[in-house]
């Protein structure tokens, strides 16, 4: 056998499809293209809303049309042409599900081809699954148990006509629809998403997960998710993305507000794997979103990211630490190969006394890609003892990539502590001639030096989610050494 | 078991093996001494499969197959094992969840299902015991931050577990004291058999005294010029290479 080069096995994957690259033809009931008041109004009574909820997205609307698009970030593209975007899509039979029996075949099959039927997830012990596809919620399992606990877990549009005094008194309260041009956009026009309550000093006895994906040709996704642990509660909900491959770009633009109160504590895990774009450059998902979380006294709220996917990212998952003693803890691999651009971060904001964060970043860079890290760490004046640690390491893979490191500190009180550091380090040929000695191929090498690289962060993740998450990493670096 | 003919090798057009001939059998130990620049290291590096060197003629033959144009891994897959003079870092991986990769991948490429669990357990134990090696050690990370001793115990640790029929220890020597010398080789040692073959590479007659070859050869320039039994080790550390030198 001749010596298969690293050359040679960089172009066969570079000419791999997209794992996930396939379309599901469900009949689907879409808008015309373009945004106005009168769609909005429209979303808001396609979903039956009540009369407050249509003002809510009204004024959002409003405050969008006077807003501009954020240039700050380290990224460049094409901007979306937001009047050529459809602003609602849903599958056109919405049927409740008491058995998978019931569900259409070709959306069974969808699932079964992404490796996350529901077959599978109702086994996997103690994962509920409420999947978002094409924006409404079409299958939620597990919700007698947890409605037996008192949990809510629903789509939020369930929510606004179950739980309105919920939805009304925590929508928008961490991110206010005019917080920046994306959360405006997503706040008018939001189309479903995952709305989660956990009552006073209850524990949620499993791992809530979804499952989005974007399924509709040029339809924008504008995702919800509102997580609310009341006093005393726990709640560890895991989200998951894969997307099928498309020309155009698709626009992607989410809002998630966690809501941690006195002693509550929320672990929020995502896999990002939005279609990345072709080897060239071509197509891939435009990801704008909003994360944040408020705790209040003693709450802690944990952001894990494996951000694998997207043409553009730009996410900045936050905590804004109001409460005494609360903890904001930040822990992202965020991977980039070919043309991807990834500008994420994070936000840890101290406002009360005692306020502890924790931010460890790992950027993984292949390819043309730029990946960045960009992460506000403010001490304000009555943040009385807080303190920082930030961790910043970036992976570079061949000489094409870029990585960059946009660390901002401002701190108003001398008590504070904060700490950070960043390291870079190169894949070696050295590193990977050693595996191929004891008998490892170079992309399995390449994906051990990674997972090693990554651990630290791999390790907070849910042990379902982590292997996931470890494949994930494999795929998407594939022959990416140089 | 090995074979090697007029091997040839550069790196950048630069010659640095000029025909080196070398016959290894099962069940031996050999020894290639040699002043720094001679070729040692490319040597162990060409029988690896290092791609940074070219070879430009002659074969190298392990137990009759021409393993010259097999890829790095591959060589290893056939029992090619290599203990580095710089053993690499690789953060967060572990000891042993490095070998259990290894262990797997090869027995992957011999169309074998992974080692189940409780068998590797089982194998980490008996090996990790034979070297007295402290199994906390196995789950630090590869190399990261060991001491130059622990380095080289882990590289016989590795080969221990791999199983090698070829062992080629590129400069084990180094950087030891001679606690660690005597505990690297006494590890060497427990690990020969009549069904492997080790070629032990040093510039000091020092470790032969704890691995004993069967024979000795000088490199000098890119050829061996010069071999014979044990007492050839003894004989150069009396004169020096200059002998060598001034012969050739």
Known sequence: MSKYTEEELKIELENKEYEYGFYTDIESDTFPNGLNEDIVRAISLKKEEPEWMTEWRLEAFRAWEQMIEPEWANVHYEKPKFQDISYYSAPMKKPKYNSLDEVDPELLDTFKKLGISLDEQKKLAGVAVDIVMDSVSVATTFKQTLAEKGIIFCSISEAIKEHPELVKKYLGTVVPQKDNFYAALNSAVFSDGSFCYIPKGVRCPMELSTYFRINQAGTGQFERTLVVADEGSYVSYLEGCTAPSRDENQLHAAVVELIALDDAEIKYSTVQNWFPGDKTGKGGVYNFVTKRGLCERNAKISWTQVETGSAVTWKYPSCVLKGDNSVGEFYSIAVTNNYQQADTGTKMIHLGKNTKSTIISKGISAGKSQNSYRGLVQIASRAENARNFSQCDSLLMGNSCGAHTFPYIESKNTSAQIEHEATTSKIGEDQVFYCNQRGIPTEKAIALIVNGFSKEVLNKLPMEFAVEAQKLLEISLEGSVG | ?248
């Open chain 2, 1 to 248: 078991m090995l074979s090697i003919k007029n091997l040839h090798a550069s790196v950048e057009d630069k010659e640095i093996l000029k025909g080196i001939n070398l016959e290894v059998k099962a069940g031996e130990v050999h020894a290639i001494m040699g002043p720094n620049g001679s070729g040692k290291s490319t040597l162990s590096s060409v029988i690896a499969g290092k791609e940074d060197y070219e070879v430009t003629d002659g074969e190298i033959v392990l137990e009759g197959e021409d393993i010259g144009e097999l890829a790095p891994e591959e060589r290893a897959h056939k029992g090619v094992f290599l203990s580095f003079q710089y053993p690499v870092e690789i953060p967060g991986v572990s000891v042993t969840n490095f070998m259990k990769t290894a262990i797997n991948e090869s027995r992957k490429a011999k169309g074998l299902e992974e080692m189940p669990a409780n068998e590797m357990l089982k194998l980490i134990r008996e090996k990790s015991e034979l070297l007295e090696i402290d199994r906390k050690f196995l789950s630090r990370s590869l190399n990261e931050g060991f001491s130059g001793g622990e380095k080289k115990r882990n590289e016989i640790f590795q080969m221990a577990m791999l199983e090698p029929k070829l062992a080629i220890l590129d400069e084990t020597d180094s950087g030891l004291d001679i606690d660690a010398l005597r505990i690297v080789a006494n590890g060497v040692n427990k690990l020969r058999s009549k069904d492997n073959a080790v070629i032990v590479i040093t510039h000091y007659q020092r470790l032969l005294d704890y691995i004993v070859p069967d024979y000795v050869h000088v490199l000098y320039n890119g050829k061996i010029v010069k071999s014979g039994g044990k007492e050839l080790a003894y004989e150069l550390e009396e004169k020096g290479y200059d002998w060598i030198k001034s012969e050739n």
